[in-house]
């Protein structure tokens, strides 16, 4: 594709529930990030890969929260037992991971827990 | 690990001023430091960016300074039009060989006024 796909793009669920959020980076770009955006908020970094290196999970807020990326393409960040502060967009970003370090975002999800 | 501060949070200009966005960083191995456009239900995307090798780097109506021994970055838009009304982000992150994680500040919403 074009661009940074996620999804779905909105997912509303029941607290207690476990949710899982999709996204698909720019082909060859081997770097991938996820971030939360609270409403009117800014971007909290929540998890960083770099092509086959551990993965930076120095953001995720609680040990409810999980990403993983399979063959260093496609990503998935699972939310366990949602709670409603769980609510916002979540945002996946991609990048070459060379010297051009330029992030291209995803649409977002927006995640609802009632 | 990086902190970035970004001032103020909202700023309101006549169409046709000036309008200047700062950031501060806090790790100085940070070398590559993008700046965000994120307009109303849409995706942030990158309007300019500067490395640490270069003091000033200016396209059409933006540019964007940096003081490395200040550890500070400024986002300068002339000419204001409302369709630069948008919530920009400064992003701050250390390439030294490979992509690293992006930490952005906590938003600027800029309100052109017509």
């Known amino acids: 594709g074009a661009g940074v796909s996620q999804s779905p793009s909105n997912k509303v669920t029941e607290k207690g529930k476990d949710v899982e959020l999709r996204c698909d980076p720019i082909s060859g770009h081997t770097a991938l990030y996820w971030y939360r955006q609270s409403l009117g908020q800014g971007l909290e970094f929540l998890i960083y890969f770099q092509g086959n290196s551990a993965p930076d999970k120095s953001g995720l807020p609680s040990d409810r929260f999980s990403a993983e990326r399979t063959g260093g393409s496609v990503s998935t960040l699972t939310i366990q037992r949602t709670q409603q502060e769980d609510s916002a967009v979540y945002l996946c970003?991609?990048?070459?991971?060379?010297?051009?370090?330029?992030?291209?975002f995803g649409q977002g999800t927006r995640l609802t827990v009632v | 690990g990086e902190n970035v501060e970004q001032h103020p949070s909202t700023l309101s200009v006549q169409e046709g001023d000036s309008a200047v966005i700062k950031c501060t960083y806090s790790?100085?191995?940070?070398?590559?430091f993008p700046w965000y456009k994120q307009e109303l239900g849409k995706r942030p995307q990158l309007i300019i960016d500067?490395?640490?090798?270069?003091g000033e780097k200016k396209d059409q109506r933006i540019a964007v300074t940096l003081n490395k021994t200040a550890k500070h970055f400024s986002l300068h838009i002339t000419e204001t039009q409302p369709e630069d009304s948008a919530v920009y982000f400064c992003a701050a992150s250390e390439y030294s060989g490979s992509a690293r994680q992006l930490t952005f500040g906590s938003g600027t919403q800029l309100t052109v006024l017509p």
């Open positions: 970003a991609s990048s070459p991971g060379t010297y051009n370090t330029e992030a291209f």
């Open positions: 500067i490395r640490s090798n270069v």
């Open positions: 790790d100085s191995a940070s070398n590559y």
